[in-house]
């Protein structure tokens, strides 16, 4: 199948503008740069695009090799980080995408046509705080706080958002890190934080910068280097009771 055969693409995934489903040909099979994957093309953006001008009825744009996944993929294989494809508009991979994460560039076009963007904590060697605000949860506070409780700060790092408002932290893990994966709440820094690392064996992931759920995007909003894991936050990790 050719990446460019859009109308196949979307056919084969079940999915089509990166999450919304599938329901016509109200799609535009484009690369605009004004108009991410996913979103609806406005007045001004569909008089600035040939294929929009030429379908205005196409308003939605949808690619199967699109930019902002790719430049979103790219900038994280350069901070370090090992990227798999994803399902279009979802969070699960298929099975043996540990083998598929990669921190060579030159292999995105292919492996990301049409797919969404994973972040393997393992083959990235990170550790990576999921800081969620659902409901009552505030992440973000609850980790600021223990810094600040510790007297201790919390350092710049890669870091990106996510559709609900959440933040992604991005961490490099020493050598010889088993810290696992646990989610629900459940972690020794608190209500509100998820813990993606290396783990004893195949290691946990993230949705990556690029991807599209619900219509809405996982994006970049901190593109500094991978911070080292802090001290105090990886020995209260490493030490928590299993």
Not at 33 to 48: F, I, L, T, Y
Not at 65 to 82: I, W
Not at 156 to 164: C, G, I, K, L, N
Request: aromatic share 6%; net charge positive.
């Amino acid at each position: 199948m050719s990446v460019r055969d859009v109308q196949a693409v979307i056919t084969a995934s079940g999915y089509a503008r990166h999450g919304r489903p599938y329901g016509g040909s109200s799609f535009c099979a484009c690369t605009c740069p004004k108009v991410a994957c996913g979103a609806v093309a406005s007045g001004s953006e569909r008089d600035d695009c040939p294929e929009h001008r030429l379908n205005p009825v196409q308003l939605w744009h949808w690619s199967a090799e699109c930019p902002q996944v790719l430049a979103a993929a790219r900038t994280a294989v350069g901070r370090g980080l090992a990227v798999f494809p994803l399902p279009i508009g979802g969070r699960v991979p298929v099975r043996g995408w540990q083998r598929q994460a990669t921190l060579l560039p030159e292999l995105l076009p292919e492996l990301l046509a049409g797919r969404g963007v994973g972040i393997g904590c393992r083959a990235s060697h990170v550790v990576a705080l999921d800081l969620d605000v659902h409901g009552d949860d505030d992440g973000p506070g609850v980790l600021a706080a223990l810094a600040d409780r510790l007297g201790k700060e919390v350092p710049e790092t890669f870091t990106v958002a996510t559709p609900s408002g959440g933040r992604h932290l991005y961490f490099r893990a020493p050598m010889g890190c088993t810290i696992g994966s646990v989610s629900g709440g459940r972690t020794a820094l608190g209500p509100g934080i998820d813990v993606r690392g290396p783990g004893r064996r195949s290691g946990g992931y993230l949705v990556g910068p690029g991807s599209i759920v619900g219509g809405l995007p996982y994006s970049i909003v901190r593109d500094v280097p991978v911070a080292p894991l802090p001290d105090w936050i990886a020995d209260r990790l490493q030490n928590a009771p299993r």
